[in-house]
C-alpha cells in the first residue's frame, strides 16, 4: 500500500509547478508562443504539445483521438510540436493542448487531470464542445495535478 501511495505521488504532479502561467492572459500566451520560431499555428488550430521520452504521452491518446476527432469535423487544422528551442521554456508541462479559433487562444492547458486523466474530466474537450456550440472561454489552465512532465 505503501509502495502504491509512492507510485501515485510520483506520477501526479503539478501542470504549472512555478506558476508561470497566473499572471499571464490568453493574448499573452499566444504572443508569447509567436515570438518563438518553432510555433507556426493556424488561425484556427489545435495545437498538441509533447516532449520526447514523457511517459505521460501514452495517458493523453485517448484524449487527442477524441479531441482530433471532433476538431476535424469542425474544420480545425490539427498541429503536433515536440517542444524544444524557446518554446520549451512557455510551455510548463506536457503532454497539453491548444486551441486556436479566429486567431485567438481559447484553451491552454492540459488535456485533463488526476492519475488517469481520464476522458471523463477532460478540460479541452469540454472547452472545444461549448466552442462549437458559440462559447469562446479564453482559458489558459495553469491549476491542475495530474500525469505531467515538467519541461
Request: glycine share 6%.
Amino acid at each position: 500500500m505503501i509502495s502504491f501511495a509512492y507510485l501515485i505521488n510520483q506520477r501526479v504532479v503539478e501542470f504549472d509547478p512555478n506558476r508561470s502561467l497566473v499572471a499571464l492572459s490568453h493574448q499573452e500566451v499566444l504572443a508569447n508562443w509567436q515570438k518563438a520560431p518553432e510555433f507556426n499555428a493556424s488561425e484556427r488550430a489545435i495545437v498538441h504539445f509533447k516532449q520526447e521520452g514523457c511517459h505521460c504521452n501514452a495517458v493523453s491518446e485517448r484524449h487527442i483521438n477524441a479531441i482530433n476527432k471532433q476538431a476535424l469535423s469542425d474544420n480545425f487544422a490539427i498541429e503536433q510540436l515536440t517542444l524544444k528551442g524557446q518554446l520549451q521554456a512557455l510551455v510548463p508541462s506536457t503532454p497539453a493542448v491548444a486551441i486556436i479559433d479566429k486567431g485567438q487562444l481559447v484553451y491552454f492547458g492540459p488535456y485533463g487531470e488526476g492519475i488517469a486523466c481520464s476522458q471523463t474530466n477532460g478540460f479541452a474537450q469540454t472547452v472545444l464542445s461549448n466552442l462549437q456550440k458559440g462559447y469562446a472561454a479564453n482559458l489558459v489552465v495553469s491549476d491542475a495535478k495530474g500525469c505531467y512532465c515538467q519541461t
